[in-house]
């Protein structure tokens, strides 16, 4: 337990303690058009308070094309920096450190968003089609990562963090499911890697040195070991970190997790990664006692654990276990109730 709360570096940014708040969308939160609200402030400032060493603020649209909704926070243009660097200012004030997670949904936007979804291949599988991007569309792209990257940076955060889970457009063209390209975005690992490798290219020559730039990626991303792949390349990329969680789809990992290992098989996939790279690797999914996360310290299988619903149902999660005192418990709605709205948490209301 004493190592959950000894300080940890990112390269050269020291996090007070090994508890991460994952990036977690606020649906209704948000201003029209994805501008920064009193209540996106007040939600961070809350979470800051509460103890959390790094707080990774929720998936923020480069691109208004590619959202997922009209109330996701953007960061697209310029004007979106005074209202994002509140937030970053009030986790500052409380001890955090913030990162912004950078997002493009590619096939997963809603066509009442765009009509004209893009992903790395055409796609048409159920109620979801898009049509393969061209390659100045990716170039395109790229760019609305970098420049997201410079204003984040120009807003006071200490790093980025590019969404490449979760089925969004960077497993799109990670996952050999839906990218079916025989250009140099196709194909071979590299070649799927590209576009993010020329986003951290491009986002490191125009950041400060001391800027933090990180990937999510799934530990499934078509299995173990081409995750375990995929985490060794982006680590030569110059990626300061990884957080591990689910790639382009849930398929659970082959490999058997230890009948004593605490955790599920996203964490284990973490630590599995963990041990091949030696940039910090933060593990998250289900971790809810102070139990297993001081396992996963304790015994160095991650650098830092990321505490999602947990830290929704009780702000003060990190002070509580801290302290030694009881948490308010995740009741684990399925749905989670903040996927329609924070308000309607039974924690929170
Ligand atoms: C309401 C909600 C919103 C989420 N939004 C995001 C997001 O913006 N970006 C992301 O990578 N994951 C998102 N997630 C996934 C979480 O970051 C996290 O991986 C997941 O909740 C598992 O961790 P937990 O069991 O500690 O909650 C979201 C999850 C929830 C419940």
Redesign the pocket.
């Known amino acids: 337990m004493d190592l959950l709360f000894k300080p940890q570096k990112i390269k050269k940014l020291e996090i007070k303690n090994r508890i991460v708040l994952?990036?977690?969308?606020c649906f209704g939160f948000a201003e029209d058009n994805g501008f920064v609200s009193e209540k996106n402030i007040s939600h961070y400032e809350s979470i800051a308070k509460g103890g959390t060493g790094l707080v990774i603020v929720?998936?923020t649209s480069v691109n208004k094309q590619g959202r997922l909704s009209t109330d996701q926070l953007g960061i697209w243009s310029d004007d979106y920096i005074e209202g994002l660097s509140k937030i970053a200012d009030i986790c500052h004030k409380y001890g955090s450190k913030v990162f912004i997670?950078l997002h493009h949904a590619g096939l997963k936007t809603p066509k009442h968003i765009n009509e004209d979804t893009i992903t790395s291949s055409d796609y048409n599988r159920g109620d979801i089609s898009a049509r393969a991007m061209i390659i100045d569309e990716i170039h395109s792209i790229e760019k609305d990562f970098i420049n997201a990257a410079i204003r984040a940076e120009k807003a006071g955060f200490d790093g980025v963090e590019i969404?490449g889970?979760?089925s969004y457009l960077m497993t799109q063209f990670f996952s050999t499911e839906v990218n079916k390209r025989e250009d140099e975005y196709g194909g071979n690992l590299d070649n799927r890697l590209r576009i993010v490798e020329e986003i951290v290219k491009g986002v490191k020559e125009n950041v400060n040195n001391d800027f933090i730039v990180g990937i999510?990626v799934g530990c499934n991303e078509n299995s173990l070991k081409t995750s375990i792949d995929m985490a060794k390349k982006l680590e030569d990329m110059g990626m300061d970190y990884l957080h591990i969680?689910t790639g382009f789809d849930n398929t659970p990992i082959e490999e058997k997790v230890p009948e004593e290992f605490p955790c599920n098989w996203i964490v284990y996939g973490a630590t599995k990664i963990k041990e091949e790279v030696t940039i910090p690797v933060i593990a998250?999914?289900?971790?809810?006692s102070v139990e297993k996360a001081s396992y996963l310290i304790d015994n160095n299988l991650a650098d830092f654990v990321?505490?999602?619903?947990?830290q929704l149902a009780d702000y003060n999660f990190t002070n509580r276990i801290k302290e030694g005192r009881e948490i308010v418990k995740c009741l684990g709605c399925k749905p989670?109730r903040?996927?329609t709205s924070g308000d309607s948490c039974p924690r929170i209301s």
């Open positions: 994952p990036p977690m969308v929720e998936a997670q969404h889970a979760h999510r969680s998250v999914n289900l971790i809810k990321a505490i999602g619903r947990a989670c903040w996927f």
